[in-house]
C-alpha cells in the first residue's frame, strides 16, 4: 500500500481548518500532518513536515498566503520538488490566486467547494497529472491576463504539429478525456502527448500550462 498523501492546511480560521482535516483524515489515503493560522506560521510546518500538498489561504494576518506561497516556491531546501500549493479562496474570479498560479501555485479552491471535490482536487494535484477545475483556472485568466504578451519562447517551437493541438486543446481546460474523445485517441496517448508538451516547455502542471498559454498568447 502507497504512503498516504501528505497535507498542511494554512488558514487563519480554526473552525474552518478543523472541518477541512476531518474531511482530509476520513480518507485512507490522505493524512493532515499540520496545520498554520497564518502565512508565517505556515512555512514553519511545512518546512518541518515536508508535505506533499499545501493547502494555503489567500488572506491572513502576519502573513498572506501570495507571500508564503513565493517564499516556499523559491526556499531551496526543496530542491527540484516543492510541495504542491492549492489556493483557497470565496471567490472564483478573484485576482489574489491568479497572481499566486503564475508565482507557481498549482490551482485554486472555492471555500464552499464539496468536500468530495476538495479530496479529488488532493489525490489530482499530487499526481500532477490533472489541473484544478481547468475551465475555472482558464476563465481567471482570461479575466485577469496582462494586456500586452509576452514573446513565444523558443521551447514552443520544439513542439510537433501533434503536440500543439494537443496544447491548445489542454489550454482550454478540456481534460485528458475530452482531449482523447475530440482527437480520436486513446487517454493514455494524449497523457503522454501532455506528458512531453509540459517537458518540452519546462512547465510543471497543467495549472502552469494554462499559465504559459495566457502569458505568450496562445490561449
Known sequence: MSAAVRVVLVDDQALFRAGIRMVIDSQPDLEVVGEAGDGAEGLRVVRATRPDVVL??????????????????????FGDAPPRIVMLTTFDLDEAA?????????????????????????????????????????????HFSEPESKPVPPA?????????EIF????????????????FLSEATVKTHISRILAKLGVRDRVQLVVFAFEHGLA
Open 98 to 142: 491568479a497572481r499566486a498560479i503564475r508565482q507557481g501555485a498549482s490551482g485554486f479552491l472555492l471555500k464552499d467547494a464539496d468536500p468530495e471535490f476538495l479530496l479529488a482536487a488532493i489525490r489530482s494535484v499530487h499526481a500532477g497529472s490533472a489541473v484544478i477545475a481547468a475551465s475555472a483556472t482558464r476563465d481567471l485568466f482570461a
Open 168 to 183: 491548445a486543446l489542454a489550454a482550454r481546460g478540456l481534460s485528458n478525456a475530452e482531449i482523447a474523445q475530440r482527437e
Open 56 to 77: 494555503m489561504d489567500i488572506r491572513m494576518p502576519v502573513m498572506d498566503g501570495l507571500e508564503a506561497t513565493a517564499a516556499l516556491l523559491a526556499d531551496p531546501s
Open 156 to 164: 514552443y517551437g520544439d513542439l510537433t504539429d501533434r503536440e500543439r
